[in-house]
C-alpha cells in the first residue's frame, strides 16, 4: 500500500542490493522516501534503484564498501547531491561466517568485526557529520542501526558476529547521547532468523562446520526449538518496525533496539 507517510525524507540506505536492505528501499520508496540504495554489489544496487523507479519511487544507486572512509563520506555525499540533503540512515550492510570457537582465524574476527561494527561506526559518523552541518530542521534526523537477536545473546558457533552486533547496541547507545542535542535520533532493530541471502550461505557453512546434518535443516531446526511463534521470518516482517523507526512517529525515541524475532530474544 503507498502513502506519503516518509515523503520528505531522503535517505542512505547500506546493503541495500539485497535481502532486508533491498526490501526496505522499496517500502521506504513507496512510501514517499527518496532513496540511494548503497552496497559493494554494484549489479544489485543499480537493479534495486531501476525497479523503485520503474514503480514511480525515486532512487539512485552508490558503489559503497562500508569500511572504506573516503567511499563513506563519498555516499553521504551523493545523497546531498542527488536530493539535496540527507536526513535518514540505515545501516544495515552485515556478514556473518560461522566458526567454531576457539578454531577462528584472526581474518574471520576481523572481516565480521570491520564490516559490522567499523562499517556502521564509520558510515554513521560521515551521515551524522552532515546532519550536523546542516543544521537543525523542524523535522528529527534519524539514523537506524540494524542489530540482531545477537546484540543480546551469543552463539557459539558465531562469536565475532555476536560481538560485532553487541557493538552496534553501543553505537546505539553512545550515538543516541552523541547527537541528540543536533535532533539526531539513534535507534535500531534486532531481526531474529531471516530468509535472506544471507542466511542462505549460513545455512551451507553451519552443515560444513558441523553445527547441522544438512542443508536446509537450521533454519526449520531454529524455529522448532526457540522461536515462541515457532516459524522463520522473511525481509516483509521487518518492513513494519524500520518504517516506523524512520518516520515521525518514533520521534520521542533514542537509545533503543526493538527486537523482531518472533519470541526468541526476551530481554
Ligand atoms: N538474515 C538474518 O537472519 C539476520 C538476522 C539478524 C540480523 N541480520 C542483519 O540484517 C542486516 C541485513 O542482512 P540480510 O540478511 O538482508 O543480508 P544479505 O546478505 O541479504 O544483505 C546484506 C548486504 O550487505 C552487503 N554488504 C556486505 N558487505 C558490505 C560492505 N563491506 N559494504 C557494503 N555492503 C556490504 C551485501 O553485499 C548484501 O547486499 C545485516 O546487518 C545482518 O547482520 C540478519
Known amino acids: 500500500m503507498s502513502s506519503d507517510r516518509l515523503a520528505g525524507r531522503k535517505a542512505l540506505i547500506t546493503g541495500g542490493a539485497q535481502g532486508m536492505g533491498a526490501a526496505i528501499a522499496k517500502d521506504w520508496a513507496s512510501l514517499g522516501a527518496e532513496v540511494c540504495v548503497a552496497d559493494i554489489n554494484q549489479e544489485g544496487i543499480a537493479s534495486v534503484a531501476e525497479e523503485i523507479r520503474a514503480a514511480g519511487g525515486s532512487a539512485t544507486h552508490f558503489s559503497l564498501d562500508v569500511t572504506s572512509e573516503e567511499q563513506a563520506k ?10 539535496g540533503e540527507i536526513n535518514l540512515l540505515l545501516n544495515n550492510a552485515g556478514v556473518n561466517k560461522p ?5 577462528t582465524p584472526k581474518d574471520n574476527y576481523d572481516f ?39 546484540s543480546r545473546e551469543a552463539f557459539l558457533d558465531v562469536i565475532p558476529y ?7 547496541l553501543g553505537l546505539i547507545k553512545g550515538g543516541a547521547k552523541a547527537l541528540v542535542g543536533h535532533n539526531i535520533t539513534v535507534n535500531g532493530y534486532g531481526p531474529g532468523v531471516v530468509r535472506t541471502e544471507l542466511w542462505e550461505q549460513l545455512d551451507k557453512d553451519l552443515v560444513e562446520i558441523g553445527m547441522f546434518e544438512k542443508e536446509g ?41 526493538i527486537m523482531i524475532d518472533g519470541g526468541m530474544v526476551l530481554h
Open 74 to 83: 563519498a555516499a553521504v555525499a551523493h545523497v546531498v547531491a542527488e536530493f
Open 99 to 103: 566458526t567454531i570457537f576457539p578454531n
Open 112 to 150: 565480521i568485526m570491520g564490516v559490522n561494527a567499523w562499517g556502521k561506526f564509520n558510515v554513521m559518523k560521515w551521515a551524522a557529520q552532515q546532519m550536523i552541518d546542516q543544521g537543525t530542521r523542524d523535522y528529527v534526523y534519524k539514523i537506524i542501526n540494524v542489530g540482531s537477536i545477537l
Open 162 to 168: 555476536s560481538m560485532s552486533k553487541h557493538a552496534v
Open 217 to 257: 535443516e537450521s533454519m526449520d531446526s531454529l524455529a522448532e526449538d526457540m522461536i515462541l511463534m515457532k516459524r522463520y521470518s522473511y525481509p516483509e516482517d521487518v518492513l513494519g518496525t524500520a518504517s516506523f523507526l524512520a518516520s515521525s512517529d518514533s520521534d520521542y525515541m533514542t537509545g533503543q533496539l
